[in-house]
């Protein structure tokens, strides 16, 4: 269970509202092609590793269809909960990959995670960071606005670290939205995962 409070809220809801703000951001800017409304048009998700008490909202991902009937293109906001088609929340995937590295006992006992996820599973999202992450067209961009730039051979830690505040959940919030591209449809097709 992910269980941090920011502000007095929990950090899932936290992400919530930045999903709803990044949907409206899209919304307001209309479609991409054609420039017409966007209709709501959500996708249902069964997201795991969130734990038990997790709001209704993670049953959706916020996605947008044109109003135009002759072109009715999809458009599908950044998530920071969802990171591309895979269904393990993406807070979740950032910090067992953390994990994994030596984040230290402290930090995890003030972010209360308890790992529900499989040994398997854990190693796939390792090696993902490593050798998949790497090579999308978004770290290529990415990583020059990173200096000095960081150790890809401790990543996803290194990229957290960067992020560092006195607050573990709004770094992990910073880590997530700035890998936030990741999660729209031209980057998942890099970006597959289980
Ligand atoms: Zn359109």
Redesign the pocket.
């Known amino acids: 269970m992910l269980c941090v409070q920011t502000d007095g809220r929990p950090f899932t809801d936290l992400l919530c509202c930045f999903d709803q703000d990044l949907a409206t951001q899209c919304r307001a800017r209309?479609?991409?092609?054609?420039?017409?409304r966007l209709h709501l048009a959500r996708y249902p998700r069964k997201p795991r590793g969130g734990g038990p008490g997790l709001s209704e909202d993670y049953g959706w991902r916020w996605s947008f269809c044109?109003?135009?009937e002759?072109?009715?293109?999809r458009t599908t906001p950044p998530s920071l909960r969802y990171l591309g088609r895979h269904v393990y929340l993406g807070a979740v995937v950032a910090l067992t990959a953390c994990m994994q590295q030596g984040l230290s006992e402290r930090r995890l006992t003030a972010l209360d995670l308890v790992l529900t996820v499989p040994r398997r599973t854990l190693q796939r999202w390792r090696l993902w960071w490593q050798e998949v992450f790497v090579h999308t067209a978004f770290w290529q961009v990415a990583r020059a606005r990173l200096m000095p730039p960081v150790a890809v051979q401790q990543l996803p830690l290194s990229l957290f670290e960067r992020f560092a505040t006195a607050d573990c959940g709004q770094q992990l919030g910073r880590l997530l939205g700035f890998i936030a591209p990741l999660s729209t449809r031209t980057a998942s097709t890099l970006f597959e995962l289980r």
């Open positions: 209309g479609c991409p092609l054609c420039g017409a044109c109003a135009d002759a072109c009715r293109k």
